[in-house]
């Protein structure tokens, strides 16, 4: 596997189930991040690890809980969501700490989510 | 908070024409990135501009960062099919952050 990996592709889930989203990081990098896409909105960043410690949570609803056990490894795991949380989910990984190339982001495929 | 206007929003050309799309802010960014986004897919990072006044290419596509670097510009020569695609502009600030405009929808036909 090369990149950034993202399982699954698509999902749906009823507003009382829990699910987790997986993302993996073959790129060696140090900081990940979770996105929220949806139509006709830019791109809204979620949550920021940087070295596994979470640095950044967006005033994310609690219904979203990140995990990050290792460099390499980050979770979106899910509870109790609304139909207007239905949208692409990315992940995404930088290495911090290497100046301006430090903002290039590298993307996972996404998550297709959808909450009935 | 950093806000990026791309434009325009849509556009469709037939092949071999040239299109230029733009990202405009008045915020000054450290950097400034363009990524190429498919259906069903996530963007794809195709340049990285710094230095204000800074011209990239990449085979047909042309990047520039505008001198003030609060702004961008991309020009596409001869398009194919190949390059549809919604094209997201995000622009570099503090620790390693990006902000992203909603993007440019670039549909080429045949």
């Known amino acids: 596997e090369t990149g950034v990996t993202q399982t699954p592709r698509h999902l749906v889930m009823g507003m009382t189930n829990k699910k987790s989203l997986k993302c993996e990081q073959h790129l060696g990098h140090n900081a990940m991040y979770w996105y929220k896409q949806s139509a006709k909105k830019p791109l809204e960043l979620m949550f920021v690890y940087s070295l596994e410690e979470r640095v950044e949570n967006n005033s994310v609803p609690s219904r979203f809980s990140p995990e990050c056990p290792n460099s390499s490894h980050l979770f979106l795991h899910l509870h109790t969501l609304q139909p207007e949380d239905s949208a692409l989910y990315l992940c995404?990984?930088?290495?911090?700490?290497?100046?301006?190339?430090?903002?290039?982001?590298?993307f996972g495929p996404g998550t297709r989510l959808t909450v009935l | 908070t950093q806000l990026l206007e791309q434009s325009p929003q849509f556009l469709s050309i037939q092949e071999g024409e040239n299109l230029t799309v733009y990202c405009n802010s008045s915020?000054?960014?450290?950097?400034l990135q363009w990524y190429r986004q498919e259906p069903g897919e996530g963007p794809v990072l195709l340049v990285t501009v710094v230095t204000g006044g800074e011209v990239k290419k990449l085979k047909r596509l042309t990047f520039q960062f505008g001198d003030a670097r609060k702004d961008s510009s991309l020009h596409i020569t001869a398009a194919q099919p190949g390059d549809t695609g919604l094209y997201l502009c995000a622009g570099g600030w503090g620790n390693n952050r990006l902000a992203f405009g909603k993007g440019n929808q670039v549909v080429v036909i045949p």
């Open positions: 915020s000054v960014f450290s950097s």
């Open positions: 995404a990984s930088s290495q911090e700490g290497a100046g301006v190339l430090g903002n290039e982001q590298f």
